[in-house]
């Protein structure tokens, strides 16, 4: 039997003594709608995690991919009477997974690429230099992200235009991957440190005092992960937050808008309003919640290493999420993650999916 030696999964051993086996997690965890299968949902990842642990379960393909439809959305914690942290538990499932040999060759390609290239997607260009930018010393530093930087181009561009519409005076941070993606997937924390430690002092060396970031798993990194394993001497601020406290005169839009709030930036942390307040400031735009939002939202399905490994399965949360948004001519969300994936399930549908960002930009 294919048995796995675990270092990091003791933790589960009270979970599944918490665990009440409810299902109230059933009715809000995307990768469930999905798959239909009660070890996709949080419950059953937690029998499976103690399966491995016991070694009473092997590390079979079925079981790994179990763990790796989590798109870690955090929703099962929220909805959780027993206050389960199951997002924790998959994460150290994976990690312990990722030791034992057990890993996706999408997510061992994209961690290896981000060791030897400093992003995921093997792009030999740093991120300054793909945005032909020359980083200087600054109190207000940008972190564009990877996926901003080399898939999503124009939100890094929108960003950086409305800095200097607002005469802000800033650099680009000259830094490598956040390391969100070998995180999420379950990759040696050694390394994951080690990236944190190296992107800190590149931001240290450029005098920043608020970083601002664009990317909502970008945000939750440096704002919860980074100081639990390094000094992070400076302020850090999701770009909707910085765009709140600033003087906006937009131009009027006359459409029936939405807002998708992104896992990582909502239920991770606890950024809500910001993006709202910049919305309402725009003039003649109606917008309108969808059912589920703020901090019952529901995940787009591109969070957790899910889009890269199983794209069908990613494909169709965003298309459930889609469903309602039905009302809207637009959708604004605060992540290029969200962004790509929400309208790869889009398919042929017209309603446009807009960074809040980049609409910022075209506004003022």
Same mark, same amino acid.
């Given at each position: 039997?294919?048995? #796995?030696?675990?270092?990091? +999964?003791?933790?589960?051993?009270?979970?599944?003594?918490?665990?009440?086996?409810?299902?109230?997690?059933?009715?809000?965890?995307?990768?469930?709608? *999905?798959?239909?299968?009660?070890?996709?949902?949080?419950?059953?990842?937690?029998?499976?995690?103690?399966?491995?642990?016991?070694?009473?379960?092997?590390?079979?393909?079925?079981?790994?991919?179990?763990?790796?439809?989590?798109?870690?959305?955090?929703?099962?914690?929220? $909805?959780?009477?027993?206050?389960?942290?199951?997002?924790? #538990?998959?994460?150290?499932? /994976?990690?312990?997974?990722?030791? &034992?040999?057990?890993?996706?060759?999408?997510?061992?390609?994209?961690?290896? &690429?981000?060791?030897?290239?400093? &992003?995921?997607?093997?792009?030999?260009?740093?991120?300054?230099?793909?945005?032909?930018?020359?980083?200087?010393?600054?109190?207000?530093?940008?972190?564009?992200? @990877?996926?901003?930087? =080399?898939?999503?181009?124009?939100?890094?561009?929108?960003?950086?235009?409305? =800095? $200097?519409?607002?005469?802000?005076?800033?650099?680009?941070?000259?830094?490598?991957?956040?390391?969100?993606?070998?995180?999420?997937?379950?990759?040696?924390?050694?390394?994951?440190?080690?990236?944190?430690?190296?992107?800190?002092?590149?931001?240290?060396?450029?005098?920043?005092?608020?970083?601002?970031?664009?990317?909502?798993?970008?945000?939750?990194?440096?704002?919860?992960?980074?100081?639990?394993?390094?000094?992070?001497?400076?302020?850090?601020?999701?770009?909707?937050?910085?765009?709140?406290?600033?003087?906006?005169?937009?131009?009027?839009?006359?459409?029936? *808008?939405?807002?998708?709030?992104?896992?990582?930036?909502?239920?991770?942390?606890?950024?809500?309003?910001?993006?709202?307040? #910049?919305?309402?400031?725009?003039?003649?735009?109606? =917008?309108?919640? %969808?059912?589920?939002?703020?901090?019952?939202? /529901? @995940? @787009?399905?591109?969070?957790?290493?899910?889009?890269?490994?199983?794209?069908?399965?990613?494909?169709? %949360?965003?298309?459930?999420?889609?469903?309602?948004? *039905?009302?809207?001519?637009?959708?604004?969300?605060?992540?290029?993650?969200?962004?790509?994936? +929400?309208?790869?399930?889009?398919?042929?549908?017209?309603?446009?999916? *807009?960074?809040?960002?980049? +609409?910022?930009?075209?506004?003022?």
């Amino acid at each position: 039997m294919n048995k #796995i030696t675990t270092e990091n +999964l003791d933790k589960v051993r009270q979970a599944v003594n918490i665990c009440t086996m409810c299902g109230f997690c059933k009715s809000v965890c995307p990768s469930f709608k *999905a798959v239909r299968w009660d070890s996709s949902v949080a419950r059953g990842r937690v029998i499976l995690s103690y399966g491995l642990l016991t070694g009473d379960i092997p590390a079979d393909g079925s079981v790994i991919e179990n763990i790796y439809t989590c798109t870690t959305c955090m929703d099962c914690v929220r $909805r959780c009477p027993s206050k389960v942290n199951v997002v924790e #538990i998959v994460e150290l499932c /994976r990690a312990d997974l990722v030791k &034992n040999g057990h890993i996706l060759p999408k997510h061992k390609a994209a961690a290896e &690429n981000i060791l030897e290239h400093g &992003n995921p997607f093997g792009e030999k260009e740093s991120a300054v230099r793909r945005l032909k930018v020359k980083p200087k010393n600054a109190e207000i530093g940008y972190f564009p992200g @990877c996926a901003a930087t =080399f898939r999503s181009p124009e939100t890094t561009k929108a960003a950086l235009s409305v =800095f $200097r519409k607002l005469n802000v005076d800033h650099t680009v941070v000259d830094c490598k991957c956040c390391g969100s993606v070998m995180q999420r997937i379950g990759w040696d924390n050694s390394d994951v440190v080690k990236m944190m430690e190296n992107n800190v002092a590149a931001i240290r060396k450029q005098n920043v005092e608020t970083l601002i970031v664009s990317c909502a798993g970008c945000y939750r990194m440096f704002k919860e992960e980074y100081p639990k394993f390094t000094e992070t001497p400076f302020k850090v601020l999701h770009i909707s937050e910085f765009l709140a406290s600033q003087n906006l005169k937009m131009k009027p839009m006359r459409i029936s *808008a939405t807002y998708h709030d992104p896992c990582h930036l909502g239920r991770h942390a606890n950024v809500y309003d910001a993006p709202r307040e #910049i919305i309402k400031r725009i003039p003649e735009i109606t =917008f309108n919640e %969808m059912t589920n939002s703020r901090d019952t939202g /529901r @995940c @787009c399905g591109g969070g957790g290493g899910v889009r890269s490994a199983y794209p069908d399965e990613s494909k169709a %949360m965003a298309e459930a999420r889609l469903t309602e948004a *039905a009302f809207a001519d637009m959708i604004i969300t605060s992540c290029p993650f969200c962004v790509n994936n +929400l309208t790869f399930g889009m398919g042929e549908k017209k309603t446009r999916v *807009a960074d809040l960002i980049e +609409l910022a930009d075209e506004l003022l």
